[in-house]
């Protein structure tokens, strides 16, 4: 058997000729592909994808229906990933795309994990969504603490990935459209963790990618009930013994007033806050939003309710994490992680 990679991409012709050269190296197999799912407005990032010179095989898949998700599952179907024992899942929008990276991951799971995911140091301003929510709920309910879980760079063996096909026919409609979307990231990590050993791979600098700030309602409102759906069905783990805080790599830079000013009047324009935060502060309401959907409650309707206090929590965050230092950041990171697993294994009438 051989390798394989997907790249999905929505207009981003400056961008892929140097991802689908780096995915080429990587691979470095005769037998390998490489499947361009695109979406894009115009032809230009399907051109630029044509013109790269690769030595590995190139397949073309245009005009697909917008979605990560769906550009995903459209190219893992395809016969030429059928009989790879290895699939790379590329993140197009990488301005500093390393061979080594993606052949680090495909390394892992040719070695016997079923999932490999990058782990990147993130800058503060960042991966709201990860450190917030993402991560800290996923290692409170699975046990793996997957620093990026939702990196865009991950590697799925082809068992994982079967598994991945064969799960996403058995979700209720509400959160199969999300998967549909940038719930894709959550899902495939979810599922390839049912199969297998997670490889989480260090990498020590951090990615350069094209924002996703703006695109921050959509990611949540397409992650978040993916997340809620899936954890909510396990059973919380308990904190092992002597196990030391989560470790949070918070890469440090310095972001411009105006910058910071204009992100913070953009989650002001998303929503009001909720009323009463101060007695309900974060995590808490993640919490809740989880035990609301382990008792049954949807997870769209949970993610809904919980959007409020998330734009609160990024808001704070931002507007506190200016004036704190790098390690400061990183222990308000892991001191919130401790919290939200110790709410998640606490019902909500227990709680003192």
Known sequence: MSLAAILPSRNEPATIAAVTAAVDAALDDLGAVIVHAD??????????????GTTTAKVPLTDLVRGKGTQILAAA???EIATAEAVLIADTDTRNPD??????????VRAGAAVAIADYPRYWDEANLTNHL????????SGHDVPQPLAG??????AALDAA??????????????VDGYGIDAFLLLTAATIGPIASVRFDRPKQHAGSFPHLPAIYQQAVPVLLHLTAARRP??????????SYRVADRA????RLATMLTTLDSFGPHPGGYDERPWPLPAADAWHAVNSGASATEAARRLWPYYLRRVHDWLALGQHATTRQRAERLAGAHARLHHYILTPAGARR
Do not use: K
Not at 165 to 178: N, S, T
């Open 153 to 158: 760079d991950i590697t799925l063996s082809a």
């Open 99 to 108: 061979p080594a990276v993606y052949r680090a991951l495909l390394d892992r």
């Open 165 to 178: 096909l064969r799960a996403v026919a058995a979700l209720p409609a509400e959160v199969a459209a999300c």
């Open 255 to 258: 972001v411009e007033p105006t």
């Open 134 to 141: 993402a991560r800290p709920l996923i290692a409170a309910t």
């Open 237 to 246: 783990v308990p904190v092992p013994r002597g196990q030391n805080q989560a």
């Open 77 to 79: 179907c395809r016969s």
């Open 39 to 52: 979406s894009s407005d115009t032809p230009a990032t399907a051109r630029q994808f044509a013109a790269t």
